[in-house]
Structure formats: C-alpha cells, structure tokens
C-alpha cells in the first residue's frame, strides 16, 4: 500500500476514534490568522477578496507542497505525516456527536436547549424553530458537512496529496468566515466562496453517489438527486442533501431564516418531515459514506501512486 493511501486511512480512523483534537486545533490558529489578515487586506471590492484567498490558501499550499517534497522519499514519515493531515482537516466525528446532542436535548423535550446546541453545527437562526425544524436542520447539515468535512478533503488529499489535503481545508475555511451574501462581504467573499465551490464539486458528487448506494432507499435516492439537486442555491449542498433526503424518505428545504434575512429554499424529497429519530438515521448514514469515501479514496491514492514498470533492457 502507498504512503499516502495509508496515511488517509489512518488520518480517517484517527477521526473516527478522537475527532478533532481538543486543545491547539491547526484549523483554530488559521482562522485566527486569517480573522487578523483580513483587518488589513479587507476592501469592499473582489480584488481584495482574491489577494486575501491568494495569500492564504496559496501559503497553507506551499506548506504542504514543502511538507510533500521533505517526506516523499521516506515512506514511513510520510504515511505519519498524512494521517496527522487527515486527521486534523476532517470533521466527521465531532459533526456526528453534535447533531447526537441535538437528538439528546430534542428526545427529552428540551426545545431551548436544542435550538442553542443547534447553533454549533448552523448559521441559520434557531430561536423559532419548532422539533420538526431543529431536526430538518440538523439532517441537512449532516448531509452537507459529510461531503464538506470528510469526503472532499479525502477526494483531494488521494490526488493531490497534503498540498491538496491543507489547501481544501483552507480554503474551506475561509468561505465559512467571508463567503456570505452580506453587503460587507458580497464582494470580499466572492473568490472564497467560488473557490470553496470548486473544490467541493467532485466530493459532493461521491458524496452523493456513496450515499445513494449506502442508503435505505436507492431509488428514492437517486430519483431526489436528479430532480431537487439543481434547484438548490448552492451546485455542492443540493446534491448531498437531495441525496440524503430521498435515501432516508424525508422531505427537507423551505423557510430558512440567517441574520441577513429569510430564504425559501426548494424542497427536497418527497417524504414526510424530519423527526428527532431521524437525526439518528442520517448520522448513521454519513458514517457509512465516510467510511465507503476512505476507502475510495485509498483506492484513488493507490491507482494514482503506481509507478510504471520499466521495459526490459535487451541483453548486448
């Protein structure tokens, strides 16, 4: 096996086992760095937005292009410092233990403190949310952070390795912080969020993909995916969530509410509402996606680390 198929399966089984370290997060200090670069690059125009992408993805970059070069010739340190990678750019596990906090609080008839748990894993505002709408939100981000926080960076780090694996995460970052549709950030945030956007396309799609051939029910799946997908704001969520909502036989979309304002989003499936019971399902199923997406990444790596063999030299 390569070093770096080896290095996502062990970064993968770090998170499942750990989830995100607790104290001296590598994802924390760059959001930190970022919130304090942008105190000085910041204008209100898109050019202000790529110099400040450019700097810090294309920084978090090089990073792993030098972390690359002074390990590839030492297979052991290499497979280390991939899973140390891995590790720390996934998100899987604590993604599953907040949504199974919201199903705690909603379970035992704690509406306040669900719709305040509930914060951690949305942007949306959660003060008016009745169990129907905390539960739709919790399933949705599931689905989108699935694709979000494991299968895109495992999908990038099988082919572009720790450059691909810190870059993704980078970037990714960044559009959570400054790709918002506010008037501040409208066009400071445009190439964070166009970005995050291109990278994400090929893991929503195995996102989607694993989740249909993972799920409970493959044609309500794939029927869901190619009707609702589109419809959906975003080219990356609408795939994952349309994906989850017609494997699980749940209908999700509508009223979503953020500080900026309230949108309608399209519907998505043609099942009934989500329910408390329902958050347990879609957290299962994201588990096996992860799962099915390490091992496809792994077979990516290895396909992609496979050195031709030389012909042999005739004889003189």
């Known amino acids: 096996m390569s070093s770096r198929a080896a290095g996502l399966l062990l970064g993968l089984a770090a998170d499942r086992a750990l989830g995100d370290p607790v104290r001296w997060h590598p994802v924390a200090g760059f959001g930190r760095l970022a919130g304090a670069l942008e105190q000085v690059t910041y204008d209100d125009a898109r050019g202000a937005g790529v110099r400040h992408t450019a700097l810090l993805v294309g920084g978090t970059v090089a990073l792993g292009v030098a972390a690359e070069r002074a390990t590839r010739d030492r297979p052991l340190l290499h497979t280390l410092v991939t899973a140390a990678a891995t590790w720390t750019v996934l998100g899987g596990t604590s993604l599953g233990r907040e949504a199974t906090a919201v199903h705690d609080l909603l379970a035992s008839g704690d509406l306040p403190g669900a719709r305040q748990r509930l914060t951690h894993l949305v942007g949306r505002d959660t003060s008016a949310l009745d169990p129907?709408?905390?539960?739709?939100?919790?399933?949705?981000?599931?689905?989108?952070?699935?694709?979000?926080?494991?299968?895109?960076?495992?999908?990038?780090?099988?082919?572009?390795?720790?450059?691909?694996?810190?870059?993704?995460?980078?970037?990714?970052?960044?559009?959570?912080?400054?790709?918002?549709?506010?008037p501040r950030l409208e066009r400071f945030g445009w190439a964070s969020a166009r970005l995050d956007d291109a990278l994400?396309?090929?893991?929503?799609?195995?996102?989607?993909?694993?989740?249909?051939?993972?799920?409970?029910?493959?044609?309500?799946?794939?029927?869901?995916?190619?009707?609702?997908?589109?419809?959906?704001?975003?080219?990356?969520?609408?795939?994952?969530?349309?994906?989850?909502?017609?494997?699980?036989?749940?209908?999700?979309?509508?009223?979503?509410?953020?500080?900026?304002?309230?949108?309608?989003?399209?519907?998505?499936?043609?099942?009934?509402?989500?329910?408390?019971?329902?958050i347990v399902r879609a957290t299962r199923l994201a588990t096996r996606v992860q799962v099915g997406a390490g091992v496809v990444s792994a077979g990516l790596a290895l396909s992609g680390g496979r050195r031709p063999r030389r012909p042999p030299q005739p004889r003189r």
Do not use: C, I, K
């Open 200 to 278: 994400n396309l090929p893991g929503a799609r195995l996102a989607g993909a694993l989740t249909v051939l993972l799920g409970e029910d493959r044609r309500g799946g794939v029927r869901a995916w190619r009707r609702d997908a589109a419809a959906h704001p975003s080219p990356n969520a609408g795939v994952v969530e349309a994906a989850f909502a017609g494997s699980l036989g749940l209908r999700l979309g509508g009223l979503t509410t953020y500080a900026s304002g309230a949108e309608q989003r399209p519907a998505l499936g043609d099942g009934r509402d989500p329910g408390p019971g329902d």
């Open 132 to 182: 129907a709408g905390v539960a739709r939100a919790v399933v949705e981000s599931v689905a989108e952070n699935t694709s979000d926080a494991v299968v895109a960076p495992l999908v990038l780090g099988a082919v572009a390795g720790l450059p691909g694996l810190l870059g993704y995460r980078a970037a990714n970052t960044l559009d959570a912080m400054v790709g918002h549709r506010t």
